[in-house]
């Protein structure tokens, strides 16, 4: 009698691969369609145990799973293991069939002798196995048997060198301050423009309106303001905010930087009493 397609015990985690009309004729069966290198392994092909194999054997219980091919040279055959023995314990535990029993396989490390009982010609007998660890890959197809040469091992990748520490920029928008007559941009500790300039923070004068108050008071492009009158100022908007604070007065003193040493500056703005302010720039200060 023909036993159906047989399930090779050692596996890690195969897929199936069974096409739908061989999954009809197979008996209890499954087919493992690879194994891979270093998995642990006996080298038998088994199926399950139904009601009609368990009568034909003789066996007390429907459970265990059939050898159905033993492989040459396995722990399976050094074992003593046969074609048509039921393994019915697999170091002390129960087998009830073949899925139970690859796991069993599996989670075995290789080198571990193993006990087995095992039925045969009408009655049980103990057998002692080491687990071995397939040394190729081993694909099974309802067309034969396939044995890849193992592949050689990835060489290890060289550890990556740490990145070292390095400063991201703050990027500032330049925003015009109208009421002065300047385009400025924050400096701030965390910047190195900071440092090149000598302050802690404040704006600095990245360019200077013709004809405008800051111009007329002497304002550079390199100038760093730090204080409008004794309000200190890290930012253009501010500056603004503390011109229009303070509508009635046309004279501010601006503490600046320049070269590295602080300086006053006093600038005279318009008259705004009676006046619109000039429209808000694009980026309001």
């Given at each position: 009698?023909?036993?159906?397609?047989?399930?090779?015990?050692?596996?890690?985690?195969?897929?199936?691969?069974?096409?739908?009309?061989?999954?009809?004729?197979?008996?209890?069966?499954?087919?493992?369609?690879?194994?891979?290198?270093?998995?642990?392994?006996?080298?038998?092909?088994?199926?399950?145990?139904?009601?009609?194999?368990?009568?034909?054997?003789n066996l007390k219980e429907e459970r265990g799973v059939e050898v159905a091919h033993v492989e040459s040279d396995s722990p399976?055959?050094?074992?003593?293991?046969?074609?048509?023995?039921?393994?019915?314990?697999?170091?002390?535990?129960?087998?009830?069939?073949?899925?139970?029993?690859?796991?069993?396989?599996?989670?075995?490390?290789?080198?571990?002798?193993?006990?087995?009982?095992?039925?045969?010609?009408g009655r049980t007998e103990n057998l002692t196995a080491t687990v071995g660890a397939r040394q190729s890959a081993f694909i099974?197809?309802?067309?034969?048997?396939?044995?890849?040469?193992?592949?050689?091992?990835?060489?290890?990748?060289?550890?990556?060198?740490?990145?070292?520490?390095?400063?991201?920029?703050?990027?500032?928008?330049?925003?015009?301050?109208?009421?002065?007559?300047?385009?400025?941009?924050?400096?701030?500790?965390?910047?190195?423009?900071?440092?090149?300039?000598?302050?802690?923070?404040?704006?600095?004068?990245?360019?200077?309106?013709?004809?405008?108050?800051?111009?007329?008071?002497?304002?550079?492009?390199?100038d760093v303001i730090v204080k409008v009158d004794d309000s200190k100022v890290t930012s253009p908007r501010e500056i603004t905010?503390?011109?229009?604070?303070?509508?009635?007065?046309?004279?501010?003193?601006?503490?600046?930087?320049?070269?590295?040493?602080?300086?006053?500056?006093?600038?005279?703005?318009?008259?705004?009493?009676?006046?619109?302010?000039?429209?808000?720039?694009?980026?309001?200060?």
């Amino acid at each position: 009698m023909k036993i159906g397609i047989p399930v090779l015990i050692g596996l890690t985690a195969a897929g199936l691969a069974v096409a739908p009309a061989f999954a009809q004729n197979a008996r209890n069966a499954r087919i493992v369609t690879i194994q891979h290198p270093g998995t642990s392994y006996l080298g038998i092909g088994a199926v399950d145990i139904n009601s009609e194999r368990a009568k034909a054997l003789n066996l007390k219980e429907e459970r265990g799973v059939e050898v159905a091919h033993v492989e040459s040279d396995s722990p399976a055959e050094k074992a003593g293991l046969k074609e048509n023995d039921v393994v019915l314990e697999y170091n002390g535990e129960k087998v009830e069939g073949t899925e139970q029993f690859i796991r069993l396989v599996r989670e075995t490390p290789p080198g571990r002798e193993v006990k087995l009982v095992v039925w045969r010609n009408g009655r049980t007998e103990n057998l002692t196995a080491t687990v071995g660890a397939r040394q190729s890959a081993f694909i099974e197809t309802p067309g034969g048997t396939v044995i890849v040469p193992p592949v050689p091992p990835v060489p290890p990748v060289p550890p990556i060198p740490p990145i070292p520490p390095i400063e991201i920029p703050r990027f500032e928008l330049s925003w015009q301050t109208p009421l002065l007559g300047i385009e400025g941009e924050s400096l701030g500790p965390q910047t190195q423009l900071a440092d090149f300039f000598g302050v802690k923070d404040g704006v600095l004068v990245k360019s200077v309106v013709r004809n405008s108050a800051a111009e007329k008071a002497g304002l550079k492009a390199g100038d760093v303001i730090v204080k409008v009158d004794d309000s200190k100022v890290t930012s253009p908007r501010e500056i603004t905010s503390t011109l229009r604070s303070n509508r009635s007065k046309t004279n501010f003193t601006l503490t600046v930087v320049r070269n590295k040493k602080e300086m006053p500056i006093t600038v005279t703005l318009p008259d705004r009493n009676g006046r619109n302010e000039p429209p808000s720039p694009r980026y309001p200060a």
